[in-house]
């Protein structure tokens, strides 16, 4: 099992930035992908970010350059740096990590771009 903890999550302005941060805890094993999904009211949850244990990191186009998804592995923390944030990026962030061919996921934090 694995326990995913989040945090970092808050209201910001338009242009604002914002630091996520998810810990996991648990069995942990070093083939892994991280990262995180988001879910906006209506909509369906989007890959926002993904990072591997190899370094590889993968966002989708409505992030790119704009985000930046980094690692910790002496921590078995991943961090999804927001920086320009928009009122479309609003949604429940959620991290997950996938290993040994499960999925685990964190409780979800709420980010909220408003003026």
């Known amino acids: 099992q694995v326990q995913l903890v989040e945090s970092g999550g808050g209201l910001v302005q338009p242009g604002g930035s914002l630091r996520l941060s998810c810990a996991a805890s648990?069995?942990?094993?070093?083939?892994?992908?991280m990262g995180w999904y988001r879910q906006a009211p209506g909509k369906q949850r989007e890959l926002v970010a993904g990072?591997?244990?190899?370094?590889?990191?993968n966002y989708a186009d409505s992030v790119k350059g704009r985000f930046t998804i980094s690692r910790d592995d002496a921590k078995n923390t991943v961090y999804l740096q927001m920086n320009s944030l928009k009122p479309e990026d609003t949604a429940v962030y959620y991290c997950?990590?996938?290993?040994?061919?499960?999925?685990?996921w964190g409780q979800g934090t709420q980010v909220t771009v408003s003026s």
């Open positions: 990072i591997f244990n190899t370094g590889f990191t």
């Open positions: 648990g069995t942990i094993f070093s083939i892994y992908v």
């Open positions: 997950y990590r996938r290993q040994e061919g499960y999925v685990y």
